[in-house]
């Protein structure tokens, strides 16, 4: 039973969003591994209450697809109202966690920061079937779940850093593209034959007898938000003073890693969107790629303030590996993708 949980809870990408406050935290100064570890408990179980929150909620559409028969919603293997209790637990422990957190330190105003962080979560679960471009609200809350890292190093949010506000920028970018492009491309086969108001699909993305339509102002949205992506990495080295003056091998080595992700990342985004039959496998062996190097960025970066920090890059790939090997028997490709 424990191995459903981990599947309804979406393992295989757990350990990137218990990572996001992480992330916040550390662009902040902190590297305190205590302090850390709780951050990512709080992390992950944001994460799974939003995964299961939206499962539940999409429950209606997501039991007629079959490609995504291996969730446990949908197999039945856990029912509608253990789902609610779980959604619901997750999300309560993660509050009880930060406001123990806040107490400890005597610093609540990131549990505000926490709330609004679920908050747009739950407005995007709530809307993402059924009004195009929705993908904004869970971008946002990703935004704001960095923010709280972030927010819990220092008692006054005007006091967050530069390099700390950019890593929640970066973080939301990201998540917009995973949501619009590889969240709109793995279901737009089933989304489109039950009318979705998807994104991608609202941008003219057609699924007929397997044969895949990706339009032009699709493919111009997946390549800008990379490209911008990319662009907002290299600015800090460019405008902070402690990025211009870092060790320069360490700046070269950062600018050649960075590089290098870029070009993967927009080879496996051209092998997405100009498959000419739409081969969910496939799609999701891309998507699954694209995960692990897209958010290797920000571990890199962060490697200027800490060359610590780069260990991070490992995590999420682990993790996603690790779980897919488990869980599904596969290594890039999780059936309840």
């Not at 992390?43 to 028969?69: A, M, P, Q, W």
């Not at 471009?133 to 190093?153: C, E, H, K, Q």
Request: glycine share 6%; net charge positive.
């Amino acid at each position: 039973m424990i191995r459903e949980y981990l599947k309804l809870s979406r393992s295989f990408n757990a350990v990137l969003t218990g990572i996001s406050p992480v992330m916040g935290a550390i662009a902040m100064g902190e590297y305190h591994i205590l302090t850390l570890l709780i951050l990512f408990i709080i992390g992950f179980l944001g994460h799974t209450f939003g995964f299961v929150f939206n499962d539940v909620i999409d429950y209606k559409i997501d039991k007629t697809s079959k490609e995504i028969s291996d969730r446990p919603l949908i197999s039945g293997t856990i029912t509608l109202k253990r789902a609610w209790i779980f959604s619901v637990a997750s999300i309560t422990v993660a509050f009880l966690i930060a406001i123990i957190l806040a107490y400890y330190t005597m610093n609540f105003y990131p549990i505000f920061i926490l709330a609004m962080s679920a908050l747009f979560i739950i407005i995007y679960d709530l809307t993402s079937k059924k009004l195009p471009f929705m993908d904004i609200f869970v971008a946002i809350g990703v935004f704001f779940f960095i923010l709280y890292g972030a927010s819990t190093v220092t008692t006054n949010i005007f006091e967050i850093t530069t390099i700390a506000w950019m890593v929640c920028l970066l973080g939301s970018i990201q998540v917009l593209y995973m949501q619009i492009v590889a969240g709109g491309m793995k279901d737009i086969e089933n989304d489109y034959k039950k009318g979705v108001k998807t994104a991608a699909i609202m941008m003219g993305v057609r699924v007929t007898e397997k044969k895949l339509f990706v339009s032009n102002i699709f493919k111009i949205v997946a390549y800008f938000l990379q490209i911008i992506n990319v662009i907002l990495i290299y600015i800090p080295y460019l405008i902070l003073t402690l990025f211009i003056n870092q060790n320069q091998n360490l700046k070269y080595f950062q600018w050649i890693i960075i590089a290098i992700i870029a070009f993967m990342m927009l080879l496996l985004s051209y092998k997405l969107l100009f498959m000419k039959r739409f081969e969910r496998k496939k799609a999701r062996r891309y998507i699954g790629s694209h995960y692990i190097i897209n958010f290797a960025l920000v571990p890199i970066l962060l490697m200027t303030l800490n060359p610590w920090a780069g260990l991070l890059v490992f995590f999420p790939a682990l993790g996603f590996i690790l779980s897919n090997i488990i869980l599904h028997g596969t290594i890039l490709q999780p059936k309840t993708m």
